[in-house]
Structures are given as C-alpha cells and as structure tokens.
C-alpha cells in the first residue's frame, strides 16, 4: 500500500484486478495503484459512500462504481445499511467499508519482552495473541512465527488459508521494498533479508517496519490519530 501512497498519483482509470482460482475466487492481489487507492481511503475512514470515495481518491464516479463492484463480487468490500445525511437531501448513501472476515494477518512485535504475536482483522481488532520466546537468530525467529500461527488461528477458530500475511516490527533501519532489516542494535542484524526468510518459512507474504513508524501507522488507521 505505501507503492501508491509515496508515487502520489491517482489514476483516473480503473486496471482490472487480478483474480485466482486456487484461493476460492479471490483476487491475488487488487495491487493496481486506484485499488491500492480505494483500500486506503476505506482503512483511513472506516466507512464511505461512493461519491466521498470518488472525490477521495480522484477517480471518476463510472470508475468508482466499476472497481467497487469487483471488490464487492470477490467479497473484499462490503455495502452497509443505508445512511441518511440530514444535511443532503436526496437518495440515502450506501456505505462501502472493508469485509473484516475476507482475511486476517499476522502481526509480529520483536521489540516486545517477550516478543509478541497477534492475529488481527483488517479493522485491526485484535483476535488473539501469542508470545514467542525472544530470539536472535533470524531462521529461528521464522520458525518462532511459524510455530505460533496454529495457536492464534485455533484460538479464533479461522482457518490458516484465511491468513493473508504477516508484518514483523523491529527496531532498527529497514528497507521496505526488499524487507531487508539493513541494522538493528536491538537483534544484532545487519542487511538480514527478514522477510524473505520468514516468508520462506511460513510461506505466507511478509513484510517489515521500523517498529515507530509501525506505531504511528496503527494510531493513524485505526487508534488515536484517525481524526
């Protein structure tokens, strides 16, 4: 999502989104930068009517329409009971917002004593936690993680193929497009490939954070600073 957010462009133009059939018909990934855009403007404010989406993310109302439906047939975005403005007149809105149970990630805080795991929604309500033994090595944090993804998906009795992906926050210089930790005084690594290897280990998409840019992230999505 930071891809869209950091080239600061809006396309005009709706790109078709990729689709699977090994996963149930989900998209692989809605990855072009107006559905990155669509996503993000949901995740920031909860819920929007189309025109408000429109007007957010600089897409025309046809586009608009157009996307969201393949987001609502593949049961990413979800319509919610109509709302009647008292300030507009006209029609009532129709609310578009994230279906929180299209999928559940896997967030990891390595700066945690002891370091620890969490099963989230994509409103970022916490499902269930779990701690991991602290660890340095980098193949055993992976394999702490991927010990401990049974656990929190037993706990809130979701399935493992519901888990879209991962994030590790660390302490430290992070180089996100290559989910390299370049150096962390806390771990004791230096250009340690992280993401790759707990993808390898666990096989599900992973990404990493410097842990107080991680913070902000979370208040600015979905705590204190959503305002």
Same mark, same amino acid.
């Given at each position: 999502?930071?891809?869209?957010?950091?080239? @600061?462009?809006?396309?005009?133009?709706?790109?078709?989104?990729?689709?699977?059939?090994?996963?149930?018909?989900?998209?692989?990934?809605?990855?072009?930068?107006?559905?990155?855009?669509?996503?993000?403007?949901?995740?920031?404010?909860?819920?929007?009517?189309?025109?408000?989406?429109?007007?957010?993310?600089?897409?025309?109302?046809?586009?608009?329409?157009?996307?969201?439906?393949?987001?609502?047939?593949?049961?990413?975005?979800?319509?919610?009971?109509?709302?009647?403005?008292?300030?507009?007149?006209?029609?009532?809105?129709?609310?578009?917002?994230?279906?929180?149970?299209?999928?559940?990630?896997?967030?990891?805080?390595?700066?945690?004593?002891?370091?620890?795991?969490?099963?989230?929604?994509?409103?970022?309500?916490?499902?269930?936690?779990?701690?991991?033994?602290?660890?340095?090595?980098?193949?055993?944090?992976?394999?702490?993680?991927?010990? @401990?993804?049974?656990?929190?998906?037993?706990?809130?009795?979701?399935?493992?193929?519901?888990?879209?992906?991962?994030?590790?926050?660390?302490?430290?210089?992070?180089?996100?497009?290559? @989910?390299?930790?370049?150096?962390?005084?806390?771990?004791?690594?230096?250009?340690?490939?992280?993401?790759?290897?707990?993808?390898?280990?666990?096989?599900?998409?992973?990404?990493?954070?410097?842990?107080?840019?991680?913070?902000?992230?979370?208040?600015?999505?979905? @705590?204190?600073?959503?305002?």
């Amino acid at each position: 999502m930071g891809t869209a957010r950091q080239n @600061g462009k809006r396309d005009a133009k709706p790109q078709g989104a990729s689709r699977s059939s090994a996963n149930g018909g989900r998209p692989v990934a809605v990855a072009t930068s107006s559905y990155v855009n669509i996503i993000e403007a949901l995740l920031e404010n909860g819920s929007m009517s189309r025109s408000e989406l429109a007007t957010s993310t600089g897409l025309s109302r046809s586009a608009l329409t157009e996307m969201s439906r393949v987001l609502i047939q593949h049961q990413f975005v979800e319509e919610s009971p109509s709302v009647i403005d008292k300030q507009r007149k006209g029609r009532p809105s129709i609310m578009l917002s994230l279906n929180a149970r299209y999928g559940y990630f896997v967030g990891v805080g390595l700066t945690e004593d002891p370091p620890l795991m969490a099963l989230t929604d994509c409103h970022g309500n916490v499902l269930a936690e779990h701690e991991i033994g602290m660890v340095m090595d980098p193949e055993e944090v992976a394999k702490a993680i991927a010990h @401990g993804i049974p656990g929190l998906t037993q706990a809130s009795n979701i399935s493992r193929e519901k888990v879209v992906g991962i994030g590790v926050a660390l302490s430290g210089h992070v180089d996100h497009a290559q @989910g390299i930790c370049l150096h962390s005084n806390l771990l004791g690594w230096h250009n340690v490939p992280i993401a790759k290897i707990v993808e390898r280990v666990t096989e599900m998409p992973t990404y990493i954070d410097n842990d107080a840019h991680a913070v902000a992230l979370g208040q600015k999505l979905f @705590g204190l600073a959503r305002e």
